[in-house]
């Protein structure tokens, strides 16, 4: 009889010799994804603590994952809480490098929040906004519509999102003092309202979740609700402008 080593595998189906316990990492393609296809991740830079002065101590970088469904509350208690486990994940890293190496190893979405002021927040906000950052914001996008009931139109705002850099849309906070304006705008077309008002969500979006997790220059009040009713506002106009054509056609 042959001898096999003790530490060898003895299935029938494996070569003799082969190790039982390989530690030989497999082929990207071959593994599993850790984290759900869906999720998004949100990179930002852990603030200092109002406690300490020292600078060592504001250094660092956290991921943690963007909330994949909505909140319920607990009727009897009042508490917040839904089965979206993922939210409970916030992994540390000493650098921003660090941070953006793990995200895509592990193929996620994902979008970097800059500390505001900063020369990178400026360019996340404009041009260079990475292709993972952009598909965030889609992400977001048709989250925010499925809410509001729009979900036949996730197409037509993302068209509206693509084409934004090439119209060159102007930032709603900074050009209007409400979201209302935007949609009241003559001289915007229906594509840079949708884009701008999406964009002006998102902005809202990630600032309430700074202010979530205690970030002090995110202090602001959030005007999400303003945003979202005037997306609602928009596409009432829109569908009631499609319902005189038709009237006019039918006549």
Do not use: C
């Amino acid at each position: 009889m042959e001898k096999v080593d003790s530490f060898s595998s003895t299935d029938p189906h494996l070569p003799l010799g082969t190790p039982s316990n390989d530690n030989t990492l497999a082929p990207a393609s071959a593994r599993q994804p850790t984290f759900p296809t869906d999720a998004v991740a949100r990179i930002y830079k852990l603030s200092r603590s109002a406690t300490t002065s020292a600078k060592g101590h504001s250094q660092g970088w956290r991921l943690v994952f963007e909330r994949r469904s909505t909140p319920v509350i607990e009727p009897l208690m009042g508490y917040t809480g839904g089965g979206d486990t993922l939210t409970q994940v916030a992994l540390s890293f000493p650098t921003l490098e660090a941070a953006l190496r793990y995200a895509e190893r592990q193929g996620l979405t994902f979008v970097v929040q800059h500390p505001a002021g900063s020369q990178q927040a400026d360019k996340t906000a404009g041009a260079n906004e990475t292709a993972k950052g952009a598909r965030a914001r889609k992400v977001f996008s048709d989250a925010t519509l499925d809410r509001l009931g729009l979900s036949a139109i996730q197409g037509s705002y993302g068209q509206a999102l693509d084409g934004a850099a090439g119209r060159n849309d102007p930032s709603g906070p900074k050009n209007w003092s409400t979201p209302m304006g935007v949609v009241r705008d003559p001289a915007l077309t229906l594509e840079a309202k949708r884009s701008i008002l999406m964009n002006w969500a998102w902005t809202e979006y990630l600032m309430d979740q700074a202010t979530t997790e205690g970030m002090p220059e995110s202090r602001w009040p959030s005007r999400l609700g303003e945003v979202e009713a005037a997306l609602l506002a928009l596409e009432r106009d829109v569908a009631a402008g499609q319902d005189a054509l038709a009237d006019r056609e039918a006549a």
